[in-house]
DNA sequence: GACCAGGATTGCT
DNA sequence: AGCAATCATGGT
């Protein structure tokens, strides 16, 4: 089946695509303005037939209403951008949301996969985690019309701590994956199930986890759920851009930061995506 | 060869 | 309750 897409606010996929390739996990066509958005075993094609004012996509590869609904909630085709933006034009925050207007929240593809990359990323530079990242998916992963499609939890659950030692991951962050991957598979953990709840339910459910502290918690409920009011303090990458930014000679302390979150507020995720942006 | 990286846990005051 | 050590290894 195929679908024709109109927005009716600015939207730049070319951000979107240029963002998604920086995982070579995912299927990006630069060129041709396309990617393939993998859903469970479905693969779906989404390419870019309009402009920046007049954002216009052709999905083809659906099977289902539900499957229709996945696509346009990861890509945030169905939330016009533009009340976000005009709050912003009112904060300290104007200077970047006129250089990156346009620019979503997309979501990642699978909430488990979500958990596994946050916690590969704790505490590694971004390149070196990519590295893991790839390792981990091609490994215990499968390829299917070029995509790359995330393990099952029951895969993962399976393993010992030393398959991924010898992968380069620590040993405990090895336990970690291993662990949540089995409180997911035996039915314990129900990632799914949270996707109803509040924010603060969210974390306090996720934090029991070994492995999962506050900013693995926020890192799901921003890009796993896509809530729109979280900024994770306690991350470097937002310190730093604060510290570029605001030209200090350091990085902020989070009570230099924390008087900002009421004027950003509802959209500190945009806050702190656009952050992100301007540091890349 | 330090020192840091899109942190979290553990153990010690 | 709050701090320091620890983790593993690539980047810079």
Redesign the pocket.
């Known amino acids: 089946m195929t679908q024709t897409v109109e927005l009716p606010f600015n939207y730049s996929l070319e951000d979107v695509l240029n963002r998604l390739a920086?995982d070579p996990l995912n299927s990006v066509d630069l060129s041709n303005q396309t990617v393939k958005v993998p859903l469970d075993e479905t693969i779906i094609t989404v390419e870019s037939i309009g402009t920046f004012y007049e954002p216009k996509f052709i999905l083809t590869g659906l099977e289902t209403k539900e499957q229709y609904e996945r696509v346009t909630s990861i890509l945030h085709f169905n939330r016009s951008l533009e009340p976000i933006q005009k709050h912003f034009l009112n904060t300290n925050l104007q200077s970047l949301f006129l250089k990156y207007e346009g620019t979503p929240i997309i979501t990642d593809f699978s909430l488990y996969g979500n958990i596994i990359k946050?916690?590969i990323?704790?505490?590694?530079?971004?390149?070196?985690?990519r590295?893991l990242t790839e390792r981990f998916v091609q490994t215990f992963g499968k390829s299917k019309e070029e995509v790359w499609l995330f393990p099952s939890p029951e895969i993962i659950a399976s393993l010992d701590v030393e398959t991924l030692?010898q992968m380069?991951f620590?040993?405990?962050?090895?336990e970690?994956i291993i662990g949540i991957s089995k409180a997911i598979a035996e039915g314990d953990l129900n990632l799914d199930a949270l996707a109803t709840k509040s924010d603060d339910v969210v974390l306090s459910e996720l934090?029991k986890?070994?492995?999962?502290?506050?900013?693995?918690?926020e890192?799901f409920l921003?890009?796993g759920l896509g809530r729109e009011n979280l900024f994770?303090l306690?991350?470097?990458?937002?310190?730093?851009s604060l510290k570029k930014l605001w030209d200090l000679d350091r990085?902020p302390m989070n009570s230099e930061i924390t008087p900002h979150l009421s004027f950003w507020s509802p959209f500190n995720s945009y806050a702190?995506?656009y952050l992100?942006k301007n540091i890349e």
């Not at 990323?121 to 985690?129: G, I, K, V």
């Not at 986890?209 to 918690?217: F, Q, V």
């Not at 306690?234 to 730093?240: E, K, V, Y």
Request: charged letters at 15%; aromatic letters at 14%; proline letters at 4%.
């Open positions: 920086l946050s916690i990323h704790q505490q590694l530079n971004l390149s070196f985690a590295t030692r380069q620590s040993t405990r962050k090895s970690y934090i986890y070994r492995g999962i502290g506050p900013w693995t918690a890192s921003l890009f994770p306690a991350d470097i990458g937002l310190q730093n990085k702190a995506l992100w």
